[in-house]
């Protein structure tokens, strides 16, 4: 089946730019995702990108797609403590008229020092 | 966006007894999903709650196991049956309404002991 990898920790300074990494095999992915998850908390969709585009603003949000290399990233920008979480990056392929399902990474759990 | 809302948030439940979990969206939308979190791990998706129609299980799920009903457009179950200590998870209800955004409930969390 896909498969979706991402590194499982990143440490930042307040202050500094986050960035998160991910990889994915489905060389049909439709849409990629960033979905954010705090403690005890269902996932919050932050921001998704086509897979005919290379690159997305959301104000500090910034996602990058290199779809020959099969990459994806979440920049971050001026990170806060806010933002400690666990970051999980998901594709959705093509498989059909009716192809909704994301196939999700492990998560990267993002600690921000203050 | 879909504002999603589930009910229990969290439940503690004895061993071969069974919970339903309610899923409501705040507007209709095409699909439903039920997605299983175990502690410190990703997503698995479960089954897809069709309205009007059996759900549709992905592999390692079966119906016996884990009912689902989607009686309308903005809601659906889904119940863990004769629970086990295995079964204790996060239990995430999806909704999309385009193809593009999918959006998650807070999840309930379940203990079985």
């Known amino acids: 089946g896909e498969d979706v990898e991402q590194s499982l920790f990143l440490s930042v300074r307040e202050g500094d730019s986050s960035v998160i990494n991910c990889t994915y095999t489905?060389?049909?992915?439709?849409?990629l995702y960033w979905y954010k998850q705090e403690p005890g908390a269902g996932l919050q969709l932050l921001t998704y990108?086509?897979?005919?585009?290379d690159m997305k603003q959301d104000q500090r949000l910034t996602v990058l797609l290199n779809k020959k290399d099969k990459h994806l990233s979440l920049r971050i920008a001026d990170t806060q403590t806010g933002d400690s979480a666990i970051y999980f990056c998901?594709?959705?392929?093509?498989?059909?008229?009716?192809?909704?399902?994301?196939?999700f990474g492990k998560g990267t759990k993002l600690s921000v020092i203050p | 966006s879909a504002v999603i809302s589930q009910k229990p948030s969290r439940d503690i439940c004895q061993r071969g007894t069974s919970l339903t979990i309610q899923c409501q969206v705040d507007?209709?939308?095409?699909?439903m999903f039920w997605y299983r979190q175990q502690p410190g791990q990703s997503l698995t998706l479960i089954a897809t709650?069709?309205?009007?129609?059996?759900?549709?299980?992905e592999s390692g799920f079966v119906i016996d196991k884990f009912p689902i009903s989607r009686p309308n457009l903005t809601f659906s179950t889904l119940t863990v049956s004769n629970m086990s200590p295995e079964d204790s998870s996060i239990y995430l209800c999806?909704?999309?309404?385009?193809?593009?955004?999918?959006?998650f409930g807070p999840g309930t969390r379940l203990t079985v002991t």
């Open positions: 999806s909704a999309a309404g385009s193809k593009a955004e999918q959006y």
């Open positions: 489905d060389s049909s992915s439709t849409y």
């Open positions: 990108i086509f897979s005919n585009m």
């Open positions: 998901a594709e959705k392929g093509d498989s059909g008229a009716g192809s909704y399902q994301l196939t």
């Open positions: 507007s209709q939308v095409t699909m």
């Open positions: 709650a069709n309205q009007g129609s059996e759900a549709t299980y």
